[in-house]
C-alpha cells in the first residue's frame, strides 16, 4: 500500500479538570517552551488526565476512517490535533497532503455584513484567494440556495441558512483529507443529502475523511475503518463493524446490568406519589434484568400513591447516549387515551412493549405520573437500563417485527 | 484549513524553539502567506464596526479630543498653568493626545483583536499571524481619521505645521510598532486571562500621566525619571516636534528606542506563535 497520508504514533494529551489551575498550568507551558523544556513531559499535574491516551491509527488516501466513543472520550481532542490546533504532549502526527476540517462552518462570519461579503471572510480563513472565490461565488451561492438572500445581513439568516453558506463555502475546498466533526447533523433532510453528495463526490475524487458521528449509520455507510476509544483510550481498531459492535458490547458491559433508579427516589417534595421502583417484566410476567431487542417485554413502574385517582397517565421518554439530545422513544398514556385509574397504596403501571423495538444499547429513561397535562405526580429522571441482543439486528437504527413469505401470483 | 499549506507537515511535540531557524522561516513564511487573509479581516472588522454605529468614524477621535477639551479647560480656567514654549498650548495638547491614543491603540487593538478571534481559534487552522496584521492596519486606518481631525484642528487654530511634517510617518511608524509589539506579546496571555485586558485600560491611563503627553517632557525629579526610561516619551516628543517646531532633539533616542522595538517584535511574535497553541488548548473543549 502507499504512504498513509496521515498517521498517528502514540498521541497523548494532558487535560485539566480544573479551569483556574487549567489557565495557570497554561501560563506555565507557555514558560516552559520559551525556556525549550524537555520534549516530552507526561508527568499529570494535580487534576490533570490524559484526554487522549496513546491513540495510533494511519489513514491511506482515499480511505474513510471513523472516530467512535462517547461524549468526552477524546474524539474530539484528537481531530484537534490532527488539524493542528495544538500539539501533544507525546507522540507524532504526521500529515502528507492537504488538510480540511469541517469542525465549525462559517469561520469568521460577522452577523452585521451581507451573505456576500461573509463568504470572503469565511473564504480567506479557509485559505482561498480572492481570485479563487471571485470564480466560484457563484456555484457557492447556487449551492447554499441562497441567491435572493445574499445581500442581506447574515444576522437576518435563519441558523439553518447560516450552516448553508457555510457549508457551501467549504464545499469549495478540494483537500486530500477531510476531518468531519459532527458537522452535518445540521440543516434540513434536502440540504443535508446534497452536503452527503458533495462528500461522495469527494471521495470518489479520492479524498480521504476522518469521521467522528454518534450516528452508527453514517458511519457505517460511510467508513471502513473504525477507531473505538474511551477515556482517551484506543480499545479497538480495523474495520468499522467489527469496531462498532466491540464498541456497543463494551458499552453495554460497562452499563449497569439492572434497571438504576437514582439515589432521590424518596417523595420529591410537594409530588403526592412516590416512584419506588421501574424494572422490565418478560411475556411471562417474571422480572427480568434486561429486555431484549425483539422480544416483548413489560416496562414497569412501581409506584405509591396516598389516595385513589382517575385520569392517571405514564409518560415515558427513553434516550440513548448515542443519539445526542434527541428522544429514541417518548410515549404517554395520556396521549394514547389510555389513562389509567390508580389505587391507594402500592401498584404498578406497566407499559407493553409488543416487541421492544430499541437496538441494543445503553439507554436513559425519565418517567412520569401525569393527571393533567402539567400537573405532576411524581416523576424519577435519569434511570439507565441496557436492552442484549435478541433477534439478528444487522445495522438497522430499530427492530422492525416482520414476517417473509413468497405467494404465487 | 488552508488549500496552500505544504504538503506535509509533522505535529511532535516539544517547543518550537528547539530548531529556532526553523520556527522564523516559517513564521515568515506565515507571515507572507497571510497578507490576503489580513485586508480580508481587516475590511471585515472596519466595515461591520461602523456598520452598526450611528456615530461611526466619531469614537475613532473621540477619546483624544476629549482629553484635548478637558486639559484646555483647566489650563483656561488656571487650575494648572502648563508651559510648551514656542508651540500654542491647544496644538501641543491635541497633537500630543493624538499621537498617545495612536499608541494606546496600537497595544490594544491586537489584544481586542486575538480575543474577539477566540472561537475561530479555537476551531480553525489558520495563519494566526494574520491577526497582529490586521490589527497593525486597523491602527493605521485610525490614524488616518485622525490625520483629518488634526488637520482640521490646525487650520481652525491658523497654525501652520513645521516643514519637517513629513517625517511624522516614521514617528507613527515607530509608535504603532511599539504598541502592537506590546500588545502581540500580551495576547496569549490575554486569551487565558481576562485581567490582562482589564489591566490594560487602567494601566494605559497611568502611563499617560507618566508621558508628556500634556506638559513637555522634564529632566528633574521624578516625572523627569519617569520620562527618561518611559520608551515612548522620545517616540512621541520627536513626532510631535516634525509636526510642530521642526526640531531633531529627541532623534537619537527615538531611533535606538525604534531598534529596540524591532527586535522586540522578533520576540513578541516569538512568544505569540509558541504561546497561541498553548492557550488554544486550555480555551478549547
Same mark, same amino acid.
Given at each position: 500500500m502507499s504512504q498513509p497520508? *496521515?498517521?498517528?504514533?502514540?498521541?497523548?494529551?494532558?487535560?485539566?479538570?480544573?479551569?483556574?489551575r487549567s489557565l495557570w498550568y497554561g501560563i506555565s507551558d507557555i514558560a516552559g517552551d520559551l525556556i525549550g523544556r524537555p520534549q516530552q513531559d507526561l508527568t499529570l499535574r494535580r487534576d490533570e488526565f490524559l484526554a487522549v491516551d496513546d491513540v495510533s491509527f494511519d489513514v491511506y488516501p482515499g480511505e474513510s476512517v471513523a472516530l467512535i466513543g462517547r461524549n468526552g472520550a477524546g474524539k474530539s481532542t484528537l481531530l484537534k490535533m490532527v488539524n493542528g490546533l495544538f500539539l501533544p504532549d507525546a507522540g507524532e502526527i504526521q500529515v502528507n497532503g492537504r488538510l480540511a476540517a469541517l469542525i465549525e462552518l462559517g469561520a469568521g462570519f460577522n452577523p452585521v455584513l451581507s451573505g456576500r461579503e461573509n463568504i470572503y471572510v469565511n473564504a480567506a480563513v479557509l485559505g482561498m484567494t480572492r481570485r479563487e472565490v471571485d470564480r466560484r461565488l457563484e456555484a457557492i451561492v447556487e449551492f447554499a440556495e441562497l441567491s435572493s438572500f445574499i445581500d442581506m445581513p447574515l444576522k437576518n439568516y435563519s441558523s439553518g441558512m447560516r450552516v448553508r453558506l457555510g457549508f457551501a463555502v467549504a464545499s469549495q475546498l478540494e483537500p486530500d483529507i477531510l476531518l468531519i466533526d459532527e458537522v452535518l447533523a445540521v440543516g434540513d433532510a434536502a440540504f443535508r443529502a446534497k452536503c452527503y453528495r458533495r462528500l461522495s463526490e469527494l471521495m470518489e475524487k479520492g479524498t480521504a475523511f476522518v469521521l467522528v458521528s454518534h450516528s452508527h449509520h453514517t458511519l457505517l455507510t460511510v467508513c471502513q475503518k473504525g477507531v473505538a476509544m474511551e477515556r482517551g483510550r484506543m480499545f479497538a481498531s480495523g474495520p468499522v463493524r467489527e469496531t462498532l459492535e466491540s464498541y456497543e458490547s463494551r458499552l453495554n458491559a460497562s452499563g449497569s446490568e439492572t434497571i438504576s433508579l437514582p439515589a432521590h427516589r424518596q417523595a420529591v417534595d410537594g409530588m403526592p406519589c412516590q416512584i419506588l421502583d421501574v424494572f422490565f417484566r418478560d411475556e411471562k410476567g417474571r422480572v427480568v434484568e434486561t429486555p431484549s431487542t425483539g422480544n416483548c417485554a413489560s416496562f414497569c413502574v412501581l409506584a405509591r400513591s396516598p389516595e385513589p385517582m382517575d385520569d392517571v397517565s405514564l409518560d415515558v421518554v427513553i434516550r440513548s447516549p448515542g443519539h445526542g439530545v434527541a428522544n429514541v422513544l417518548s410515549v404517554t398514556a395520556g396521549q394514547d387515551e389510555q389513562r389509567r385509574s390508580i389505587p391507594e397504596g402500592t401498584f404498578e403501571y406497566r407499559l407493553a412493549l409488543n416487541p421492544v423495538c430499541l437496538p441494543p444499547g445503553q439507554y436513559t429513561a425519565k418517567i412520569s405520573l401525569n393527571r393533567k397535562p402539567l400537573h405532576t405526580l411524581a416523576i424519577a429522571e435519569a434511570i439507565s437500563f441496557n436492552?442484549? @441482543?435478541?433477534? &439478528?439486528?444487522?445495522?438497522?437504527l430499530f427492530f422492525n417485527a416482520r414476517d417473509w413469505e413468497v405467494v404465487a401470483a | 484549513m488552508s488549500e496552500n499549506r505544504p504538503n506535509s507537515v509533522v505535529y511532535r511535540p516539544g517547543s518550537p524553539l528547539r530548531d529556532p531557524a526553523?520556527?522564523?522561516?516559517? !513564521?515568515?513564511?506565515?507571515?507572507?502567506?497571510?497578507?490576503? *487573509?489580513?485586508?480580508?479581516?481587516?475590511?471585515?472588522?472596519i466595515s461591520a464596526r461602523y456598520r452598526q454605529s450611528l !456615530?461611526?468614524?466619531f469614537w475613532a477621535i473621540f477619546p483624544p479630543l476629549a482629553t484635548t477639551a478637558i486639559w484646555l479647560f483647566l489650563t483656561r480656567e488656571r487650575v494648572v498653568t502648563i508651559s510648551t514654549g514656542a508651540v500654542p498650548y491647544p496644538v501641543f495638547l491635541i497633537t500630543g493626545t493624538i499621537l498617545w491614543q495612536t499608541f494606546v491603540d496600537a497595544i490594544q487593538i491586537p489584544v481586542r483583536v486575538i480575543s474577539e478571534s477566540k472561537s475561530m481559534l479555537a476551531k480553525i487552522n489558520f495563519p494566526r499571524e494574520a491577526l497582529p496584521l490586521t490589527a497593525f492596519a486597523e491602527c493605521w486606518f485610525n490614524v488616518g481619521i485622525r490625520a483629518l481631525i488634526l488637520a482640521a484642528a490646525y487650520m481652525y487654530l491658523g497654525f501652520t505645521p513645521a516643514a519637517t511634517v513629513g517625517f511624522a510617518v516614521a514617528g507613527l511608524f515607530a509608535i504603532i510598532l511599539l504598541g502592537v509589539m506590546i500588545g502581540v506579546f500580551l495576547s496569549p496571555f490575554a486569551l487565558l486571562y481576562q485581567d490582562v485586558s482589564n489591566g490594560l485600560v487602567l494601566i494605559c491611563q497611568i502611563w499617560m500621566y507618566c508621558s508628556p503627553v500634556i506638559f513637555l517632557p522634564r529632566t528633574d525629579g521624578w516625572i523627569g525619571l519617569l520620562n527618561r526610561w518611559n520608551p515612548i516619551s522620545p517616540l !512621541?516628543?520627536?513626532?510631535?516636534?516634525?509636526? @510642530?517646531?521642526?526640531?531633531?532633539?529627541?532623534? &537619537?533616542?527615538?531611533?535606538?528606542?525604534? *531598534?529596540?522595538?524591532?527586535?522586540?517584535?522578533?520576540?513578541?511574535? *516569538?512568544v505569540y506563535r509558541i504561546g497561541l497553541p498553548r492557550a488554544i488548548e486550555r480555551l478549547s473543549s
Open positions: 497520508i *496521515l498517521s498517528v504514533r502514540n498521541v497523548r494529551k494532558r487535560f485539566c479538570r480544573n479551569l483556574k436492552v442484549s @441482543t435478541g433477534h &439478528p439486528f444487522g445495522d438497522s | 526553523g520556527l522564523f522561516r516559517k !513564521l515568515g513564511a506565515d507571515l507572507l502567506a497571510c497578507r490576503e *487573509l489580513a485586508w480580508r479581516l481587516l475590511v471585515r472588522n !456615530l461611526g468614524y !512621541l516628543c520627536q513626532t510631535r516636534d516634525w509636526m @510642530t517646531t521642526g526640531s531633531h532633539e529627541f532623534l &537619537p533616542a527615538a531611533s535606538s528606542v525604534f *531598534l529596540l522595538t524591532c527586535a522586540g517584535m522578533s520576540a513578541a511574535f *516569538l
